[in-house]
């Protein structure tokens, strides 16, 4: 069984779940040339994942308009869905990683700044339409770092937020974990490097998602 320090665990999608941070960059460069826009470098994109796609687009260009917000929104989309024709694969260890997770009765979440749209359609890419005790996307919910995307989790799963752990690829997964008042989990194979990851002080910083099932199982021991 679930060490009963921890009953909940909540997963980012993009770089932590699924290896698609590559499509992301490059949806958002193809994006801006269409739309007019000077080229941000990756890392500033980089920089932007974890966010909700109306605010990332806005950090990268305060002073975008709202129609021209709406375009280049499109611009995005289209060019991403076209590249998931083929899903982003998921990274090696999360199949076998979470279904040890759930055999051992945790509940398990995702809390992304995808929209729900798209994280239905790679959810449901997986077969995993029903597999998660909730999911939540930035479009229903507010945007990460505001953590009431966490307290939904918390409050459908009835666990209080100490019991919980978010994993994370970005510094807006761990501050918003921060501000739920729940321990965290970076992983360094995503947007962000480490270094910017730790400044939010996670329990545990992780270089290959298996590495999560085996602290875990540690603590229970």
Request: aromatic share 10%.
């Amino acid at each position: 069984m679930s060490h009963p320090e921890y009953k909940l665990l909540i997963f980012d999608w993009d770089g932590t779940l699924a290896d698609s941070i590559g499509r992301i960059v490059e949806a958002m460069h193809v994006a801006s040339q269409r739309s007019g826009f000077q080229l941000r470098d990756d890392f500033a994109v980089k920089g932007i994942i974890g966010l909700g796609l109306p605010e990332a687009i806005r950090t990268l260009y305060p002073k975008i308009g709202d129609d021209e917000l709406v375009a280049f929104r499109q611009h995005y989309a289209d060019h991403y869905i076209a590249s998931e024709a083929v899903p982003s694969p998921l990274f090696e260890g999360v199949v076998e990683s979470l279904a040890a997770f759930r055999a051992e009765g945790y509940h398990l979440a995702v809390a992304t700044g995808k929209a729900r749209r798209g994280l239905d359609r790679v959810l449901k890419s997986h077969g995993w339409e029903d597999y998660f005790d909730i999911t939540r996307a930035a479009d229903e919910t507010a945007s990460k770092p505001h953590p009431l995307m966490l307290e939904q989790i918390l409050a459908h799963c009835d666990v209080r937020p100490e019991q919980a752990l978010m994993v994370g690829d970005s510094s807006f997964d761990l501050q918003m974990a921060r501000n739920a008042g729940m321990d965290s989990v970076a992983v360094s194979y995503g947007a962000q490097s480490m270094e910017a990851l730790r400044v939010f002080e996670p329990r545990l910083a992780i270089d290959h998602f298996s590495q999560l099932h085996a602290w875990l199982g540690q603590r229970a021991n």
